[in-house]
């Protein structure tokens, strides 16, 4: 049998309409059509030069039809590195880095368009083929012409509907009406309050939790906006899945004005624990509530694990401490557990103290290493499978690190952020080496990089596998990602004082980054090198929050204080 040029176009067309109107690029728990992204137009192009090509192959318009390949294959291909350098997004402004099953009909179809300029048989089929077959041939050109166009049109009607949808929709307006949002240099602004506070972003539900209090006086918790009755009373407002708890100053929970009990651990954004009034242990997170018999009520330093849904917790048994893992006991019995770290393996590190009150270092109940006395306090860190902290030198007052109980060679006259990874024995720190004004950044495994001579806010990366930094170095404050320079130029200008400036970056994509700088009169933003009006007369630093593509700092003006979306 021969295969023509145009039974390959046909085999094409179908592959790619295939891949094009399935999910093609994924993201964090997302997956798209490129027609439901910022590359949408692309799409478009791809899904009308198919029709086109349909057209041109049926009607033997080979020249014009190897000109539309050769287009279309570019597009394809274009699409395929725009994913991969992170420049495709959502209509929520996510990125969208990763590949989904639809590339597999996209490649093939690719296939399909190349082998059109490889084989052409359609000489051999002519003798074969009667008048008949030859309208058939076109009256099935035209009719699946038509076919394509009204499906193409129909996908984008339903891509520009949600792209509307997305364009007109803003964080702020999920909680404010839209008569109440202002602007200002084209950025949204809340209305404004006394005071805001306990400020928290939940980026999967683009949604704000906050206390705020208006200009009447009233205090109410958002997004709820239940009014609060007694705002001195009241620490914190947790929303936790659809629910809404209380947290009063004297540790009570409240939960649709009732009493549920008492606030059992520090606060951490992915569960509220608390002790109901019949002693039971209840962890409320986003996939529900959880409840447990506990030993005594000594229960304290609770660790949720999201993907396993266990919880962790201390507990002090008589004169000794024991961790328990879902109400069973984890560990022996120590005077007392100062910290400890658990991997999904089950591996477990503890940092316990004897009668002596010497601190030890346990691994899965073995004793590996005693802290040393030259011990720096507030610099220990640890995971499930490694302790690191610097000590002073006795000799010559330098500084070194200690991993698992082994001095590094390393001797500096300063250290400062130690970092370590999360599940492996990887870390990083910044110091000054002897006899130098200038900092490093120095890594296990992944380089070193000296010669700074200020840097900022160094921070871990969403997936804790690097850290981001800006610094100043030979004369240009760039944007590094462990020792690599990543962004040449960050837009921040040298400053003799640097205390009051910040920098911040989304941990899921350090492109997405912002400086905040102090001036004469009083805080300006300055958003990856442009610098955003009006200047503010006090900033929140510890509010800053990312959406996607989408920045949220709580800012002051003459009016009090609002939320800005930027």
Same mark, same amino acid.
């Given at each position: 049998?021969?295969?023509?040029?145009?039974?390959?176009?046909?085999?094409?067309?179908?592959?790619?309409?295939?891949?094009?109107?399935?999910?093609?690029?994924?993201?964090?728990?997302?997956?798209?059509?490129?027609?439901?992204?910022?590359?949408?137009?692309?799409?478009?192009?791809?899904? %009308?030069? /198919? $029709?086109? !090509?349909?057209?041109?192959?049926? #009607?033997?318009?080979?020249?014009? +039809?190897?000109?539309? =390949?050769?287009?279309?294959?570019?597009?394809?291909?274009?699409?395929?590195?725009?994913?991969?350098?992170?420049?495709?997004?959502?209509?929520?402004?996510?990125?969208?880095?990763?590949?989904?099953?639809?590339?597999?009909?996209?490649?093939?179809?690719?296939?399909?368009?190349?082998?059109?300029?490889?084989?052409?048989?359609?000489?051999?089929?002519?003798?074969?083929?009667?008048?008949?077959?030859?309208?058939?041939?076109?009256?099935?050109?035209?009719?699946?012409? %038509?076919? /394509? $166009?009204? !499906?193409?049109?129909?996908?984008? #009607?339903?891509?520009?509907?949600? +792209?509307?949808?997305? =364009?007109?929709?803003?964080?702020?307006?999920?909680?404010?009406?839209?008569?109440?949002?202002?602007?200002?240099?084209?950025?949204?602004?809340?209305?404004?309050?006394?005071?805001?506070?306990?400020?928290?972003?939940?980026?999967?539900?683009?949604?704000?939790?906050?206390?705020?209090?208006?200009?009447?006086?009233?205090?109410?918790?958002?997004?709820?906006?239940?009014?609060?009755?007694?705002?001195?009373?009241?620490?914190?407002?947790?929303?936790?899945?659809?629910?809404?708890?209380?947290?009063?100053?004297?540790?009570?929970?409240?939960?649709?004005?009732?009493?549920?009990?008492?606030?059992?651990?520090?606060?951490?954004?992915?569960?509220?624990?608390?002790?109901?009034?019949?002693?039971?242990?209840?962890?409320?997170?986003?996939?529900?509530?959880?409840?447990?018999?506990?030993?005594?009520?000594?229960?304290?330093?609770?660790?949720?694990?999201?993907?396993?849904?266990?919880?962790?917790?201390?507990?002090?048994?008589?004169?000794?401490?024991?961790?328990?893992?879902?109400?069973?006991?984890?560990?022996?019995?120590?005077?007392?557990?100062?910290?400890?770290?658990?991997?999904?393996?089950?591996?477990?590190?503890?940092?316990?103290?004897?009668?002596?009150?010497?601190?030890?270092?346990?691994?899965?109940?073995?004793?590996?290493?005693?802290?040393?006395?030259?011990?720096?306090?507030?610099?220990?860190?640890?995971?499930?499978?490694?302790?690191?902290?610097?000590?002073?030198?006795?000799?010559?007052?330098?500084?070194?690190?200690?991993?698992?109980?082994?001095?590094?060679?390393?001797?500096?006259?300063?250290?400062?952020?130690?970092?370590?990874?999360?599940?492996?024995?990887?870390?990083?720190?910044?110091?000054?080496?002897?006899?130098?004004?200038?900092?490093?950044?120095?890594?296990?495994?992944?380089?070193?990089?000296?010669?700074?001579?200020?840097?900022?806010?160094?921070?871990?990366?969403?997936?804790?596998?690097?850290?981001?930094?800006?610094?100043?170095?030979?004369?240009?404050?760039?944007?590094?990602?462990?020792?690599?320079?990543?962004?040449?130029?960050?837009?921040?200008?040298?400053?003799?004082?640097?205390?009051?400036?910040?920098?911040?970056?989304?941990?899921?994509?350090?492109?997405?980054?912002?400086?905040?700088?102090?001036?004469?009169?009083?805080?300006?933003?300055?958003?990856?090198?442009?610098?955003?009006?009006?200047?503010?007369?006090?900033?929140?630093?510890?509010?800053?929050?990312?959406?996607?593509?989408?920045?949220?700092?709580?800012?002051?003006?003459?009016?009090?204080?609002?939320?800005?979306?930027?």
């Amino acid at each position: 049998m021969n295969i023509s040029q145009k039974h390959f176009i046909m085999l094409a067309t179908v592959s790619l309409f295939t891949g094009m109107i399935a999910p093609t690029v994924a993201g964090a728990n997302i997956s798209r059509p490129y027609a439901l992204t910022n590359m949408q137009y692309v799409a478009y192009s791809i899904l %009308i030069g /198919l $029709t086109i !090509l349909f057209f041109l192959a049926h #009607f033997r318009l080979r020249k014009l +039809s190897y000109i539309m =390949t050769a287009a279309l294959i570019v597009l394809i291909l274009s699409l395929g590195v725009m994913t991969v350098t992170g420049m495709v997004k959502s209509f929520s402004h996510q990125v969208l880095q990763g590949f989904s099953w639809g590339w597999i009909f996209l490649l093939i179809g690719l296939i399909f368009l190349v082998l059109t300029f490889v084989r052409d048989d359609e000489q051999f089929l002519e003798a074969q083929k009667t008048d008949f077959s030859r309208v058939y041939e076109k009256i099935l050109g035209i009719a699946g012409m %038509i076919t /394509l $166009t009204l !499906l193409t049109a129909f996908i984008i #009607f339903i891509a520009e509907q949600n +792209s509307a949808k997305s =364009t007109q929709s803003s964080t702020l307006g999920n909680i404010f009406a839209h008569s109440e949002i202002t602007t200002a240099s084209g950025q949204l602004l809340s209305p404004s309050f006394q005071e805001i506070r306990n400020f928290s972003y939940n980026r999967s539900k683009n949604i704000f939790s906050f206390i705020a209090t208006d200009k009447n006086g009233v205090t109410k918790a958002f997004p709820s906006k239940i009014t609060i009755q007694n705002p001195k009373d009241l620490a914190n407002v947790r929303t936790i899945g659809e629910r809404n708890f209380f947290v009063q100053n004297d540790g009570k929970i409240i939960e649709n004005e009732k009493n549920i009990g008492t606030l059992v651990s520090e606060e951490n954004s992915q569960f509220l624990a608390f002790r109901s009034e019949n002693g039971e242990l209840h962890i409320v997170t986003d996939s529900g509530e959880q409840t447990f018999e506990t030993e005594t009520d000594t229960t304290d330093k609770i660790f949720y694990n999201p993907q396993t849904k266990d919880v962790f917790w201390r507990e002090k048994i008589g004169d000794a401490h024991m961790i328990f893992k879902n109400g069973k006991k984890l560990s022996d019995a120590y005077p007392s557990i100062l910290r400890y770290a658990v991997a999904e393996d089950g591996s477990m590190m503890m940092i316990v103290e004897d009668q002596n009150f010497a601190k030890m270092v346990v691994k899965n109940g073995t004793v590996i290493h005693t802290i040393r006395e030259e011990y720096v306090q507030g610099t220990l860190r640890m995971n499930a499978y490694n302790v690191l902290y610097a000590i002073k030198n006795t000799d010559d007052e330098s500084f070194s690190l200690v991993m698992n109980g082994a001095i590094l060679d390393r001797r500096l006259d300063e250290i400062r952020e130690i970092f370590l990874e999360q599940n492996s024995s990887g870390f990083a720190y910044f110091g000054r080496p002897q006899g130098e004004n200038r900092y490093c950044f120095f890594t296990r495994y992944r380089g070193n990089l000296c010669g700074l001579e200020k840097y900022m806010n160094p921070a871990l990366e969403g997936d804790n596998s690097g850290i981001v930094f800006a610094a100043f170095r030979e004369g240009r404050w760039s944007i590094y990602r462990n020792a690599t320079e990543l962004i040449r130029k960050s837009g921040y200008q040298n400053r003799a004082d640097i205390s009051y400036d910040y920098f911040f970056f989304d941990p899921t994509n350090f492109r997405h980054y912002v400086f905040i700088e102090k001036t004469e009169n009083g805080y300006v933003i300055n958003k990856k090198g442009k610098i955003l009006e009006p200047t503010w007369e006090d900033v929140d630093v510890n509010s800053i929050a990312f959406g996607y593509d989408t920045m949220f700092l709580t800012v002051k003006d003459a009016d009090g204080w609002r939320i800005l979306e930027f």
